[in-house]
Nanobody, 125 residues
């Protein structure tokens, strides 16, 4: 069982940066694939970025490539989402998610077993 708590959301202006954190409980955090998704009201939740348990690979949606970076500190049971050059279209509720390390698909909601409650990110123009 893994519990996830996101933090770091807020209101920023276009072009600003923001870092989200996701703190996980559980001793086996280091064995989980970790991902970030986001949801805009009226739309389905979409994949943003993910990182393998050993940081060997990261994956990004085309919409955030070159602007968003994911990292993790397994000693602190925390995954981070660094967001740069933010745009108004990045406005959404951002969710942290965890999946067993052996799952190969990283961009589907169904891959992930555990979800945080979400944190709001609002980017003004």
């Amino acid at each position: 069982q893994v519990q996830l708590v996101e933090s770091g959301g807020g209101l920023v202006q276009a072009g600003d940066s923001l870092r989200l954190s996701c703190a996980a409980s559980g001793r086996t955090f280091s064995l989980y694939l970790m991902g970030w998704f986001r949801r805009v009201p009226g739309k389905e939740r979409e994949f943003v970025i993910a990182i393998r348990w050993d940081t060997s690979n990261t994956y990004s949606a085309d919409s955030v490539k070159g602007r968003f970076t994911i990292s993790r500190d397994n000693a602190k049971n925390t995954v981070y989402l660094e967001m740069n050059s933010l745009k108004p279209e990045d406005t959404a509720v951002y969710y942290c998610a965890a999946a067993p390390f052996y799952r190969s698909v990283y961009d589907a909601e169904s891959t992930y077993d555990y979800w945080g409650q979400g944190t709001q990110v609002t980017v003004s123009s």
